[in-house]
Nanobody, 121 residues
Framework: QLQASGGGLVQAGGSLKLSCAAS????????LAWFRQAPGKVREFVSA????????YYADSVKGRFTISRDNAKNTVYLQMNSLRAEDTAVYYC????????????????WGQGTQVTVSS
């Protein structure tokens, strides 16, 4: 199971840090990722981190503003979001255990319940 938290309401230019805690399995063996879904839009890739934490990927829209990290001892993945924009408003989902391309929703076996991020302009 994956449990996401840390969402909230923030003004444009502000920061939030999302957390996703894994239980029941040793997710240190798996790639972990964040996706987001805005109202009326498809779920889109935000960022992924490979099991060692040494390799990360970002969507172009968040590159330079968001940072993904993981603490394998705590089975937790984080998403530090800085310089937030109104277009970052979405429900953010964490996902684990990619069986295919890291940026595809269909690649992931496990999903968290989502946490709402709202950025006011």
């Amino acid at each position: 199971q994956l449990q996401a938290s840390g969402g909230g309401l923030v003004q444009a230019g502000g920061s939030l840090k999302l957390s996703c805690a894994a239980s029941g399995r040793t997710f240190s063996r798996y790639a972990l990722a964040w996706f987001r879904q805005a109202p009326g839009k498809v779920r889109e890739f935000v960022s992924a981190i490979m099991r060692s934490g040494g390799v990360t990927y970002y969507a172009d829209s968040v590159k330079g503003r968001f940072t993904i990290s993981r603490d394998n001892a705590k089975n937790t993945v984080y998403l530090q979001m800085n310089s937030l924009r109104a277009e970052d408003t979405a429900v953010y989902y964490c996902a684990g255990d990619a069986r295919g391309r890291h940026s595809y929703t269909s690649s992931y076996v496990y999903w968290g319940q989502g946490t709402q991020v709202t950025v006011s302009s």
